[in-house]
């Protein structure tokens, strides 16, 4: 077991910012429909911008708490790419479903509602299984 190197801490920060980047982007139709300028579901509108930056930061944060996480080469790999599917999961698929009117609540519907939902599924497989690796890799081993 050792900490994680500074390659795959260097990812999360990448894919972090990619996160926050898109969250932001998602920010203008936000505006766009709090004007009344675009017609959209403002909730929709306003969780697809939190759901880039929160998730960005997600990863910043875990990049940050990555050095005192002892895991296997194997395992650091699982986590980093477990946090990066739940990054782009969640935010890909709350601008699609804001985009499209889709909530991706449950399976079924048009192909846009069932997109949504596959993402936000696999998001959510993905975070317990990060969150996992995390408990894991923070325990005392003296």
Not at 5 to 12: A, C, F, G, K, V
């Amino acid at each position: 077991m050792r900490r994680m190197d500074e390659r795959r801490r260097r990812q999360l920060v990448f894919h972090g910012a990619v996160s926050i980047f898109l969250g932001l982007v998602a920010g203008f139709p936000l505006a766009l429909v709090i004007l009344g300028q675009m017609a959209g579901d403002l909730r929709a509108w306003r969780m697809a911008h939190l759901e880039g930056v929160l998730n960005g930061m997600l990863l910043w944060a875990a990049a940050g708490g990555a050095p005192v996480l002892r895991l296997s080469q194997r395992s650091q790999k699982v986590l980093v790419w477990a946090l990066v599917v739940v990054a782009y999961g969640n935010t890909i698929a709350s601008i699609l479903g804001a985009a499209a009117g889709e909530r991706g609540l449950e399976p079924g519907g048009n192909a846009a509602n069932m997109t949504v939902y596959l993402l936000f599924m696999v998001a959510v497989v993905a975070i317990f299984v990060a969150t996992a690796f995390v408990a894991a890799g923070s325990r005392s081993r003296r």
